[in-house]
């Protein structure tokens, strides 16, 4: 594990929590060259209950004090055929906390194909210095609510899955 130079607490593992494939069960992959799906704590189903497990036992024996049973997921797929230009996320930067209060976020980077050319995470320092995090398949990260972050637009050929969850910081 790796701690990121920020005001608040982030932490960078090489590995995988959940098993790639379980896009195929909580993602129609409809071929846009970026889609998005929102769940959350109200809109369960087996899959991410397990996702959440998961994330929540991860969390906690990281020592992140969490609730459980409030949580947010993302699920973003960029699909990509030889693009030259950049497919824009549509994200400025922000922290978590804009979007849902007082979280601890996990990101699983499930999948990020060779062809794909960029598709990093940036983050802010301590010092407000923007700094970029390499992402490859299986990097999963711990963060803070209240750390600013962007990730880099994507372009190239192949695919990048990420799946984000947050849950309500005790």
């Known amino acids: 594990m790796n701690k990121l130079d920020t005001l608040y607490p982030t ?3 090489s590995d995988y929590l959940v098993d790639p494939s379980i896009m195929d069960s909580i993602f129609e992959d409809t071929g846009e060259k970026r889609k998005v799906i929102f769940y959350d704590y109200t809109d369960t189903n ?3 209950n397990f996702i959440k497990d998961i994330s929540s036992e991860f969390l906690t ?3 992140h004090k969490h609730n459980p049973d409030r949580w947010y997921m993302d699920v973003i797929r960029y699909n990509l055929q030889n693009e030259e ?4 996320s549509g994200l400025a930067w922000h922290v978590e906390n ?7 976020t996990v990101l699983m980077y499930l999948r990020l194909d060779e062809g794909i050319i960029d ?3 940036r983050y802010k320092d301590k010092e407000n210095v923007k700094k970029v995090l390499e992402i490859t398949s299986g990097t999963t990260v711990i963060m803070d609510g209240n750390v600013p972050h962007k990730p880099q637009d994507p372009y190239g050929t192949g695919k990048r ?3 984000i969850i947050s849950f309500k910081k005790d």
Do not use: Q
């Open 46 to 48: 087996n899959h991410t």
């Open 61 to 63: 024996m990281n020592g």
């Open 161 to 163: 899955d990420l799946i």
């Open 119 to 121: 598709g990093n995470l």
């Open 11 to 13: 932490e960078v593992y």
């Open 98 to 104: 804009d979007n849902y209060p007082n979280v601890i």
């Open 85 to 88: 230009k950049r497919v824009k």
